[in-house]
């Protein structure tokens, strides 16, 4: 529903859902797969500010009273469910779209978030098998604070993990293509699959493409940088654009190692721009996003008091590998666990607490053959 209606002025669009619902429930206001010719909930012109309000990333199959059984029992065809899309009015392949982060509201509903660990999913899935959740209290726009993580309290750094354009049919189906051929070299892709849907009848819910990675138009991005405040650029490939979002968080660590973050429903405000031209003339075909402000939060930066561990490309055996930042990323972080273990926690709260504070950062890749990863440990989350 817009409001300001005078003629040339910006306006401001709601997209609203009904937070007691799944997306299979409202399929009108969203969906789960990007495909070219899922239809517009809202047009907008460059200006315009369109309020999205957002599921979680499962779709409401957890609640405040949700168990380690519960978890298991998780169904991954709905993940992640999104608001939208929008229609850009004026956007064209070539552009370059303009979205601008205004304001994000932690779960307006009920306060509540959670943090899980999925067997089989995550950075360390096959070191940690079992199932566990953690329950957010999430204290408006402050902190957030858990009784399964006694003394934690993690500052509000909202984001939205996804946030994205359809692609184009050309676009779609090398997508497609590359990701079926990775799967067949033994890599891990998740091809187009109509169970869970939504839009769930039709071509596309067997040629849409599912939202687990990141690709050219965006999508399960994951960047605690793109907070308030900042704005996203982005290549548009379809007419319109068609920007979704969903999949917000309440806070994360970056690398969001067991997979999720402090994961919650929310509202997402996004004002649009539009630079005619600008991806083709410069050659753009990723995400780029910025923030001009002169207060660079603490968040954005390396905290105030933190503790780091490291790693290198080295496993446990004794064999050393050549340049390899994944194993070194996990050897930092398995230590920052062992770290965790010293304050008391045991190693799947450790693991949570990495996935929702703990930040990876590459420290350098050129000192052959061990390159090295950081983890760094905010300090001030300790009450």
């Not at 205004?102 to 950075?123: C, H, K, L, M």
């Not at 900042?230 to 068609?242: H, S």
């Not at 780029?288 to 008091?305: G, I, V």
Request: proline share 8%.
């Amino acid at each position: 529903m817009a409001r300001k209606e005078e003629r040339g002025m910006p306006r401001e669009h709601m997209i609203g859902i009904d937070p007691s619902k799944t997306l299979a429930d409202e399929p009108g206001t969203g969906h789960n797969r990007w495909h070219e010719a899922i239809e517009p909930v809202v047009e907008a012109d460059p200006g315009d500010v369109v309020v999205y309000e957002t599921r979680d990333a499962f779709d409401n199959q957890l609640n405040p009273g949700s168990t380690e059984g519960d978890v298991v029992n998780l169904d991954l065809g709905p993940v992640h469910p999104l608001t939208g899309p929008v229609y850009v009015k004026g956007a064209e392949p070539g552009d370059l779209l303009e979205v601008e982060l205004v304001e994000i509201e932690a779960d307006p509903w009920e306060g509540w978030g959670y943090t899980i660990q999925v067997p089989g999913f995550g950075f360390l899935r096959d070191d940690f098998p079992e199932p566990f959740i953690v329950h957010w209290r999430l204290h408006g726009n402050g902190y957030a604070e858990s009784e399964q993580l006694p003394g934690v309290r993690i500052r509000y750094n909202p984001h939205p993990g996804v946030l994205g354009l359809a692609p184009n049919v050309d676009l779609r189906r090398r997508q497609t293509e590359r990701e079926a051929a990775l799967a067949e070299r033994g890599g891990f892709a998740l091809p187009p699959d109509p169970a869970g849907a939504v839009p769930s009848e039709g071509p596309i819910a067997g040629e849409a493409l599912r939202t687990i990675p990141p690709r050219e138009t965006a999508g399960n991005i994951d960047i605690k940088q793109i907070s308030p405040g900042t704005t996203v650029l982005l290549p548009v490939y379809a007419d319109g654009g068609l920007v979704s979002t969903g999949d917000v968080h309440f806070a994360q660590g970056d690398c969001e190692a067991c997979g999720t973050a402090i994961e919650m429903r929310s509202r997402v405000h996004l004002r649009f721009g539009l630079r005619k031209g600008e991806a083709e003339r410069r050659g753009i075909r990723d995400l780029q996003f910025y923030r001009d402000d002169y207060f660079t939060r603490p968040e954005l930066a390396a905290p105030r008091r933190f503790f780091a561990t490291t790693g290198i490309g080295v496993r446990k055996d004794g064999t050393n590998e050549s340049e390899d930042l994944t194993l070194a990323a996990r050897n930092a972080l398995l230590n920052m666990i062992e770290h965790l273990g010293t304050r008391g926690f045991d190693r799947q709260q450790a693991y949570a607490i990495c996935s929702v504070a703990v930040d990876l950062r590459i420290s350098q890749t050129v000192d052959v053959p061990n390159l090295l990863v950081s983890a760094l440990l905010p300090l001030d989350i300790f009450m």
